[in-house]
């Protein structure tokens, strides 16, 4: 089965980028159909989607966040990425990378912490 990891700093400072990192294995990015999200949880609140990259290349974002996010990927290491621009301390979460568009996820990262201060 799909799996998934993700791979980040932990800690960034207010105003930086934060880069994230999600390594699939069993499984190719390009498969046909296949969508891959990032999604996060700040602390207390619910499940966040921030958008999606397909097997196509394509690219879709929430629009809360959309101005701040990017998506890209490297097929030839299989795995995506989540660039986040200009971060807050509103912005520390659980991140997580899933397998899935929209609200459907099938396969899930273990979520990485990161905090967001000085």
């Known amino acids: 089965q799909v799996q998934l990891q993700e791979s980040g700093p932990g800690l960034v400072t207010p105003s930086q980028t934060l880069s994230l990192t999600c390594t699939v294995s069993?499984?190719?990015?390009?498969?046909?159909?296949?969508?891959w999200s990032w999604i996060r949880q700040p602390p207390g609140k619910g499940l966040e989607w921030m958008g999606v990259i397909t097997w196509s290349g394509a690219t879709y974002y929430s629009p809360s966040l959309e101005s701040r996010t990017s998506i890209s990927r490297d097929t030839t290491k299989n795995h995506f990425t989540l660039q986040l621009s200009s971060v807050t301390p509103e912005d520390t979460a659980v991140y997580y990378c899933?397998?899935?568009?929209?609200?459907?996820?099938?396969?899930w990262g273990q979520g990485t912490q990161i905090t967001v201060s000085s």
């Open positions: 069993s499984g190719s990015i390009t498969t046909n159909s296949y969508w």
């Open positions: 899933a397998k899935g568009g929209g609200s459907d996820w099938d396969y």
